[in-house]
């Protein structure tokens, strides 16, 4: 599972054996530098860098290139280690021809991930301006256990001033052989590959299976969302796409100085589709004097206009949720300070009573009062300016990140490609009830989805009859897969339902009448049975083609495409094997395509016991009204989830799945 950091995060590592992955869009240099406990290095054959390139536990690259992997084997470290940290830095030679700043090239992406290439953590580099050295990741050792750390920290001064930072004496002689290494193999240095025109043609997706980022599960009785910090994975993501060349140079890592020959090279960005540098975000128009930016949609850091709002939204989420911490964090001490104030007035028996004391209650409360006041203004001129950017971003955002209401899905056409993520619905806190922000999640879908159809605790009090959340929690289904549908290519996901009793024909009439179903909905016992073989069949098939490294020789006419199984009323004509079958595939389903959407009330299912636990704690709870149980992981706010619902009388969800269904139609045989 993958998680993807922000600056200061941190995440476990399981594996002692990695590569760090680092992509850009121009070359640069990279070292690792080994730390004590105080992270002090104490000489120069404590850092491997390209002079240098091998140290015990160590490898990096011999020269300046736009994608570099360094392989790290902690257990080979010496004891007297207790850090490694991956350090990116600019060419400084002076025919180099490239940046003096990270302000003026793309973010770098760092991620930490196994020999086979399996992700543990990502981070992009973010908010650099004139350093032209970084410090990207740290791998830390923490009570024995290692753990890695984004770090982010920049220096103008380059290496030297980095160096001597973290202690190292020899620090500018070091960043000189650094230099002059690196301006030996200048000539040799990889360049970030140019953009290739479009064929016109769309790729198949094969059986690989899909990463598993990590966002990692909430913990009853709150979940955490996965999209962007829990609710949306922890960072800006970086993009997808293809990763950079394999290699046996040891530690499995790949020598882009020993890669050069034997035909052209793939240096393209990994995780993301699009290799030429990104173009820059639209600027906004200038503020008047004593007024806040106006904001622009768009405006963060991002290859394509769909990541830079995918990062935007993100933004807009944390900033929210770190204002409102600070409002509630300001009115807390207010509240504390009057009560500290009062029970000094009632301590001295003289104040107690008569004028005085009433005067003395009075400030308190006035100061009290005033405090409050102040931090409700700070906040609302935040608030106004994140509704504010969110009135402009709301109508820019593409179809996969928009409401049901929003004018772009009436222009909407079947992708392409696969979008980086998709709306879930919305979230807002009590402090800014008029402000919504989107929720999104990553895709592929990294775990499966439960629509609970149990009561709901709603903000407002209110009840809704269990009848009616049953219906409301199978629309919200229907809601989530005509969406998911939408934004994949045509063929590239296939949707099964099982509604074992048949209660949910109507709200699943959209799906069945547009065609858009793998197939007519499976009702009965024999129907649940026959739907699981199937897909834990298809599970194992491409579970052992992955293992022996025969992705290729799967059946012909093998459906490669994400496959979604929404199950609904469970347990309802579920017996002991089917019920194993499901755990099953929301365990492993995932990692090769097949995803669960349970819509259920956990109570039904409460004669399992604690059998089902692990089930419902690998889903993402989300509920068909609102419901304030989701938490961010800065400061645990309990957000309100409001579903994506379709409008009352709208057709677009119509609209929307009779042009998936031609598209299947005409990209079929």
């Known amino acids: 599972m993958t998680a993807e950091l922000v600056r200061g995060q941190n995440h476990p590592l399981s594996r002692s054996r990695l590569e760090i992955r680092v992509s850009a869009g121009t070359p640069i240099v990279t070292a690792a530098a080994l730390g004590d406990e105080t992270g002090r290095i104490h000489g120069v054959e404590w850092v491997a860098h390209p002079g240098a390139s091998n140290r015990p536990g160590l490898e990096v690259s011999r020269q300046a290139a736009a994608d570099h992997r360094l392989a790290v084997d902690l257990d080979a ?6 850090r490694v940290s991956v350090l990116l830095a600019l060419p400084a030679a002076a ?38 050295a970084v410090v990207a990741l740290e791998l830390y ?12 920290q920049g220096y103008a001064g380059g290496l030297a001033e980095l160096f001597t930072d973290q202690g190292l004496p020899q620090a500018r002689q070091l960043a000189g052989d650094i230099d002059e290494a690196v301006a030996r193999g200048l000539a040799r240095s990889v360049q970030a590959p140019p953009s290739r025109p479009s064929d016109g043609d769309r790729p198949r997706q094969t059986a690989a299976p899909a990463r ?45 100085s020993t890669a050069t020959t034997g035909g052209p090279i793939d240096y393209s960005h990994p995780r993301r589709r699009n290799t030429a540098p990104p173009p820059l975000p639209p600027a906004a128009p200038p503020a008047r004097p004593g007024q806040p930016a106006r904001p622009v949609a768009g ?11 995918y990062n935007q939204v993100w933004g807009m989420f944390e900033d929210l949720a770190r204002t409102t911490a600070a409002y509630r964090s300001a009115v807390d ?27 003395a209650r009075e400030a308190a409360r006035a100061r009290q009062a005033q405090l409050v006041d102040q931090a409700r203004e700070a906040f609302d001129r935040d608030l106004a300016q994140l509704v504010a950017e969110a009135d402009v971003v709301e109508p820019a955002l593409p179809p996969a990140y928009a409401r049901w209401d929003n004018p772009v899905w009436h222009a909407y056409r079947v992708p392409m490609e696969i979008p980086m993520a998709l709306r879930l619905g919305d979230l807002r806190l009590p402090e800014a009830d008029r402000l919504r922000i989107p929720m999104l999640l990553r895709l592929p879908l990294e775990r499966g989805l439960w629509i609970d159809s149990g009561r709901a605790d709603a903000p407002d009090g209110s009840f809704t009859d269990p009848h009616d959340m049953r219906r409301l929690a199978m629309e919200t289904a229907v809601s989530h897969a005509a ?7 045509a063929g590239e996901f296939t949707v099964h339902v099982i509604d074992a009793a048949g209660s949910g024909a109507q709200p699943l009439a959209p799906l069945t009448r547009a065609g858009v179903l793998a197939g007519p909905p499976a009702q009965g016992a024999a129907g649940v049975a026959e739907v699981l073989s199937r897909l834990t069949q298809r599970v194992d098939l491409v579970q052992m083609a992955l293992r022996g490294g025969a992705a290729d020789s799967l059946p012909p006419g093998f459906d490669t495409s994400q496959q979604l199984l929404i199950v609904n009323d469970f347990p309802h004509g579920f017996d002991d094997r089917a019920v194993n079958q499901l755990r099953y595939l929301a365990d492993e389903g995932p990692s090769v395509g097949v995803h669960l959407m349970m819509v259920a009330d956990r109570e039904e299912s409460a004669g399992y016991g604690p059998l089902l636990d692990p089930l419902w704690r690998a889903l993402l709870r989300l509920t068909p009204v609102a419901d304030s149980h989701l938490a961010d992981p800065w400061v645990g706010h309990a957000w309100t989830y409001e579903p994506p619902l379709v409008p009352p009388g709208s057709r677009i969800l119509q609209q929307v799945l009779t042009r998936v269904a031609e598209a299947r139609r005409a990209w079929g045989p």
Do not use: C, N
């Open 483 to 489: 969406r998911l549908l939408a934004v994949h290519p």
């Open 299 to 309: 405006d963060a850091t991002g290859w394509s206009m769909d990541e830079r709002l």
């Open 212 to 256: 598993r980022p990590d966002q990692g599960a909430g913990t009853a009785p709150q979940d955490t969302p996965d999209p962007v910090p829990p609710v949306y994975g922890g960072q800006p993501a970086g993009p997808r796409g293809q990763d950079g060349p394999q290699s046996a140079y040891p530690g499995g890592a790949a020598d882009p």
């Open 333 to 359: 001490f207010a509240e504390s300070r009057m009560d500290k104030e009062l029970e000094q007035v009632l301590a001295d028996p003289r104040s107690r009573i008569g004028s005085q004391g009433d005067a």
């Open 141 to 152: 050792r923490r009570q024995g256990a290692w753990k890695v750390r984004a770090v982010g």
């Open 95 to 132: 025919d180099s021809r490239g940046p003096a700043r990270f302000g003026a090239v793309a973010a770098p992406f760092v991620a930490v991930t196994g020999l086979d290439g399996t992700e543990v953590a990502s981070y992009t580099v973010t908010g650099l301006d004139a350093e032209s």
């Open 77 to 82: 470290l010496a004891d007297t280690v207790h």
